[in-house]
């Protein structure tokens, strides 16, 4: 891999790389990388893989070459405490706790000897506090060159700071957003590079999805309103009517949350675009808007405060109209989603390959995506096109782990089909065997949050083993719990499927309860199956089961993360020996024995433990 990457970094060009679990592909890219000579940009899928590969792999390997390659980290400056921001919250002095109070002084406490003000530095404020929003700065309320605190924002010193890098490493996120800007005309956000790498690369599509749409949330027209009281009070103070203009905002914006109904959902604009209660909230809500974008036009002369809250009113009436307005286009789909007393509006575009394409073709140079899943079978069709990369080199390498000896894919028998009501309680019995053959030591990962919630409840006061369920607690203390007790279950969705890593004992066993195609109801996903329809395609082999696969993939890959790991995979679904398509994602799988017969599953933990006792002897 560490060949092929330093050939296209050397000839230009564009290499697609699977590199299973153990391979090493961090190693196998940062060595040509930082050989090259070259400017590069590594991008990853979170922050936290951004942190780890920053802190430890890129340290190890530059120590090794003994080479002085300038380095830095870029986030998004949600990320970075804006000093400005954290001034005006002190000097409004409104704080809706004691709790927020005391939060407030050690975010002030630490703001005076951090160097690089990124907020992940700060343990002792919950990551999900409301303070959060209003020390830090969005692209909305940035004052940008107009801030009288400039020259000591961390955030332009972070930029700086990657401007002058030799390897810049960064996120997905922050990378689409710097290519939507550039789309968009304006300024970009990322230095140029003649080479860029992207890693956990099987995520980019979506999130470019989300970056090349547009969206309005309950929060951001909120934060208008509280920004706008503060400003008004420093700037303005002579000007009742703005505050009370602002403060009209939040019963508006409530009164559109309860038109757009009470429970949680997730659904196509158009399902309530003519409803009464809705249409009356939206025309409050642009008289409201209205009525505050016209007093900060007058106001917004006094200071640049109050000149930045103009436009961002300007911004979100626009933004507003344009997602609920009358004129919808057939490439794009609109939508809404509701969760507890927050909504958000959006639009999301249904093909972003020429987006992707002409962005690449802007940048020339060498462009490397890599994952431990972007292939379908042998093939990587399905990703390529989706981001619209053509021309291309490609290498699919297997995981070097000895799966043939070490794991076992077992297939319990006499499931009914995943459709069933009762089908999460029967799994639960399938598995109740399993559990007790490897000792706790398991993760459940599930498909919905109901499948999960009903397992949970299934499972109380049933297993010898502490049990830990998603939503109890934050997963990075989840994980931490998980590793430090040893013989743990935990029950996981979605975010527990990738970027997750266990490795040795505490983790040998991995049941999945149903093959992960996405929700058919979810509005985008229902716009893309119509849209492919319309061009003639097959919706369900050409979209929906590639998803599906490579998303098992990244499940099935908790599993196996050392040398040393020996573990069970359950698969639960029935559909994967009944329906045709089964075969698709068991050739996707590394080479694992399978089998239909739990006797066989307690026989390999068996081994095991023999072996543990062998060499404790």
Known sequence: MAEAVAAVMEEGGTLVVEAGTGTGKTYAYLVPALLSGMRVIISTGTRHLQDQLFQRDLPVVRQALDLPVRVALLKGRGNYLCRYRLHAVQESGWLASREQVAELKRIHSWARRTRGGDIAEVSNVPEASPLWPRVTSTVDNCLGQECPQLSDCFLAKARREALAADVLVINHHLFCADMAMKETGFAELLPGAEAIILDEAHQLPEIASQFFGKSLS????????????????????????????????????????????????????????????????????????????????????????????????????????????????????????????????????????????????????????????????????????????????????????????????????????????????????????VLAASRGRAFLLFTSYRALHEAAALLAGRLDYPLLVQGERSKATLLREFRDLGNAVLLGTASFWEGVDVRGEALSCVIIDRLPFAAPGDPVMQARIESLRQQGQDPFMSYQLPQAVIALKQGAGRLIRDVSDRGVLVLGDPRVSSKFYGRVFLDSLPPMPRTRDFDAVRAFFERESGADHLSQA
């Open 218 to 433: 309950n929060r951001q027209l909120l934060e208008l309103a509280r920004d706008t009281v503060v400003e008004q009070a420093r700037e303005a103070a002579d000007f009742s009517d703005l505050r009370q203009c602002a403060q009209q905002l939040d019963p508006a914006t409530a009164a559109l949350r309860e038109a757009l109904g009470l429970a949680d959902r997730r659904a196509p604009w158009r399902e309530v675009a003519d409803q009464p209660m809705v249409r009356a909230a939206l025309d409050e809500m642009n008289a409201v808007l209205a009525r505050l974008r016209l007093a900060l036009k007058e106001a917004a002369q006094r200071g640049k405060g109050l000149e930045n809250c103009h436009r961002r009113a300007e911004d979100l009436a626009q933004r507003l109209t344009a997602l609920t307005g009358a004129e919808s286009r057939p490439d794009n789909v609109r939508w809404f989603e509701t969760r507890g007393r927050a909504f958000t509006l959006s639009l999301t575009p249904l093909d972003i390959a020429p987006a992707f394409r002409g962005r690449m073709a802007n940048q020339p140079g060498a462009w490397i995506f890599t994952s431990a899943t972007l292939a379908v079978g042998q093939g990587f069709d399905h990703f390529t096109a989706r981001l619209g990369v053509s021309d291309h080199a490609a290498l699919r390498l297997d995981s070097p782990f000895d799966f043939a000896r070490n794991t076992v894919l077992y297939q319990p028998p006499g499931l009914p089909d995943p459709g069933s009501p009762r089908y999460t309680a029967a799994l639960v019995e399938a598995i109740l065997p």
